[in-house]
């Protein structure tokens, strides 16, 4: 047989290496989803004809939210959990209703494994120490204070974190000053149905799996991927070199693949809501709020029902499971692991939360339209985090006051636009410039390699930099999700809400 020239050779081992190459984006493709690019610039394309004034954007009535963590003490990483925990903020759509307590430590040294039909029933091990947690540590009665920002000396109740939070008129400064004027009455009876009943507790049970140990399971799996290609080439071709190509691939992807390895979070999160109604409330008013008005007499009788009253309650509303992984840059995966921790955990929660919206209606959360841009289309500052996906369908609600009480009525619908929507988790951002910076420096690195295995395997992590630069269908550079608009065109307008669509009914 004739040899062929040696620059066909050379083409035949180019074709050899890139059919290799595409084979491993296919075989990992589930891993890292892919998208149109998440990171490239936004230039914005339309003109804000209409926006929402930037001291006006935050000033929209919030629920109210009180988060704690289950500790493990034994369990694996459980000092940094607890740390990160402290540090993680609340959701920037939810007030923060912290209580002193941040934590309790679980029953179980160790978190235990709860058949499904188990958990969340009084016979899950959670929920017995949230019940001796909530009625030892009277949580019920302590959100109310905190809502009256009660002083504990003296009894005194004040409804100044009502008027900052309801956006009400601050003339309204006390209880008789509000009850004496018909706008008052209908502004305590709105702060309760608005604000005061849309008080929540979240309790999470975080638990971290080392993802070395699921890297190195991927690592494995990848080789034997990729042995197989390579073996079925072999017979295909009748060329033994495809094996051997497909051997030394799989061993290349699988030490890249424990390369970026990183962290697995699981979470179960508990919700329950502060139980407030007209009873309670009109009991409230008239046998336990104390002011400087009151008589020294009176405030002593008062002051010692309020903290001996059992009025004041939570209802477990239900809870969800849910995980997060860090599959992290090269960059990323070099800084402390405190911080790797808080981008996952932080990450947990919120995936955490949006699903529990999902679940219960009376937990979601309503969000103003930012912008109407010139092109039909609306911004809004929501995106990943509150799980926004091309798929979600939102409401757009208008607030009416005609009964004193604010209810609001359903003018649109929207949808998020493709490519457009925001990538606002925690860290993105920063993790999106990250990515592009790998993928840069290994593209480099594959123009500049002194051997043809040092060019492929920087080949190959620049791919693999590229398809986890895609994985998300986010996109970190922009300032806010665009949607657009599916019906009540003509009745839109900035600084009305918006509400994803009910997908589940309230249990």
């Known amino acids: 047989m004739t040899a062929l020239p040696a620059i066909w050779n050379t083409n035949i ?3 050899k290496k890139n059919f290799f190459i595409i ?10 989803a892919q998208q149109p690019d998440s990171v490239s610039a936004e230039t914005p394309e339309a003109k804000k004809v209409k926006v929402l004034e930037n001291e006006k954007i935050d000033e929209y009535r919030r629920s109210s939210l009180y988060q704690i963590l289950i500790q493990h003490p034994n369990a694996n990483y459980a000092s940094t959990i607890d740390s990160v925990f402290m540090f993680i903020e609340t959701p920037d759509k939810f007030n923060n209703h912290d209580l002193d307590v941040k934590a309790i430590e679980s029953s179980a040294a160790k978190a235990k494994k709860v058949k499904e039909n188990v958990r969340g029933t009084e016979k899950d091990p959670n929920i017995k120490d949230l019940s001796a947690f909530i009625d030892e540590h009277a949580v019920a009665r302590e959100m109310v204070a905190k809502w009256f920002g009660r002083d504990p000396e003296t009894g005194n109740f004040n409804i100044d974190l009502i008027v900052d939070r309801g956006y009400y008129d601050a003339s309204f400064q006390s209880i008789e000053a509000a009850d004496s004027d018909a706008r008052g009455k209908a502004m305590l009876a709105d702060a309760g149905f608005e604000l ?4 929540f507790m979240t309790a999470n049970d975080i638990t971290f799996i080392d993802h070395g140990e699921n890297s190195e399971k991927a690592s494995k799996g990848i080789k034997a991927g990729l042995s197989i ?3 079925l080439a072999a017979i295909a071709t009748g060329d033994n ?12 992807v699988g030490t890249i693949a424990n390369e970026i390895a990183g962290y697995k979070v699981n979470i179960i999160t508990y919700l329950y809501r502060l139980n407030w109604n007209e009873d309670v409330e009109n009991t409230f008013y008239s046998e336990y709020w104390v002011d400087e008005t009151t008589s020294p007499e009176e405030r002593a009788k008062r002051k010692e029902a309020f903290e001996n009253s059992d009025l004041f309650t939570l209802t477990y509303v239900g809870h969800t499971v849910t995980s997060a992984e860090n599959v992290s840059s090269k960059s990323f995966s070099k ?4 911080e790797q921790f808080m981008k996952v955990c932080t990450r947990a929660i919120d995936k955490a939360i949006v699903e529990l919206q999902r679940e219960y209606d009376e937990f979601k959360v309503n969000v103003p339209i930012y912008a109407v841009n010139e092109d039909g289309t609306v911004d809004v500052k929501i995106g990943l985090k509150e799980g926004v996906n091309e798929k979600s369908r939102y409401e757009v609600l208008m607030p009416d006051m005609s009964t004193g009480v604010t209810k609001y009525k359903k003018v649109g619908m929207l949808k998020p636009v493709p490519g457009k929507i925001w990538d606002n988790r925690f860290g993105a951002l920063e993790e999106a410039e990250m990515l592009e910076a790998d993928k840069k420096a290994a593209e480099e690195e594959a123009a500049s390699a002194e051997s043809q295995e040092e060019a492929d395997k920087a080949e190959v992590e620049a791919e693999v930099a590229g398809a986890e630069e895609a994985a998300e269908e986010g996109n970190a550079y922009l300032t806010a999700t665009t949607f657009s608009i599916i019906s009540g065109a003509d009745s839109i307008y900035p600084g009305l809400l918006i509400r994803e669509e009910t997908i589940k009914n309230v249990k």
Not at 23 to 32: E, H, Q, R, S, V
Not at 241 to 252: R, T
Not at 335 to 338: G, S, T
């Open 335 to 338: 800084k402390p692991l405190q």
């Open 23 to 32: 084979a491993l984006i296919c075989a990992t493709a589930p891993a890292f």
């Open 241 to 252: 070199s495809f094996q051997k190509l497909g051997d030394d691939a799989g061993n290349l």
């Open 13 to 15: 081992n180019y074709m």
């Open 196 to 199: 005061i009943g849309k008080t």
């Open 229 to 231: 290609l390579g073996g």
